[in-house]
């Protein structure tokens, strides 16, 4: 398959004064890929997630998102072309119900300008009942149903967690960026977590970059995986041969 990669980062830099925290790192993630980022603590692997989402602005290098350069865009803009992301930290809000968080979400990352508002106003209606449905829909996906009116404090951690990943998908993202899903899961939950990312891939196509530092997770799920230390890509490449890379075992024992 040799179509358009759905990302492509070129050459990004950051730094923080002294420190170089993603120091000319390129990667891409193709169609329906799950792009594993891995590496140990401080090694830039959040750096490199905001860079690619916009919260952080590169000192160098190049963003193209489906065939365009995206460098120059702001994080919102990034979002309504089709980016999301689940962050490591849960970003939900508690005391709102599970579907209010999906709706809200929808509406803040696909927040129209007010020209197209007016111009447009009977398909915003046509628009808020298809979203209501298709949340309804993730929430079943997710077996989060019965929850819907429930306010999210209400919800264990594996299920808010379930309800993060639901909240990303609303918007039928074409890259989803996922900060360390299996933070903070049981076992039982990781096996729950690893099928529905699977799901997300082979049912909606979508393509994943997945920060994560449970190897099985990243075994089970990446087709590629790039590795940062201090800031610098020391290896790339499918899981089993990466995990085996003495560079790699040196880097992580070495952390
Ligand atoms: P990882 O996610 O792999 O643990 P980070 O991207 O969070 O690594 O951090 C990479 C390096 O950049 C670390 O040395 C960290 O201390 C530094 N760093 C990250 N964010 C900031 C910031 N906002 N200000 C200063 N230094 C930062
Ligand atoms: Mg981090």
Known sequence: MTSVPVLEAKNLTRRFGGVVAVNDVSLRVGRSEIVGLIGPNGSGKSTMVNLITG??????????????????????????????????????????????????????????????????????????????????????????EEFADNPVSALSIGQQRMVELARGLISEPKLFVLDEPAAGLSPPNVDRLITLIHRMRDEFGMSILLVEHDMRVVRDLCDHVVVLDSGVMIAKGIPEMVVKDPVVVEAYIGS
């Open 55 to 144: 919260e952080l602005p590169a000192d160098g290098g190049r963003l193209i998102f489906d065939g365009a350069d995206i460098s120059s865009q702001p994080s919102y803009r990034r979002a309504r072309l089709g980016m999301a992301r689940s962050f490591q930290m849960l970003r939900l809000f508690l005391s709102l119900s599970v579907e209010e968080n999906l709706l809200l979400a929808h509406h803040i990352r696909m927040k129209s300008s007010m020209f197209d508002t007016i111009i447009a106003r009977r398909s915003a209606v046509e628009e808020e009942n298809s979203v209501r449905k298709r949340a309804r829909e993730l929430l079943a996906w997710f077996d989060l």
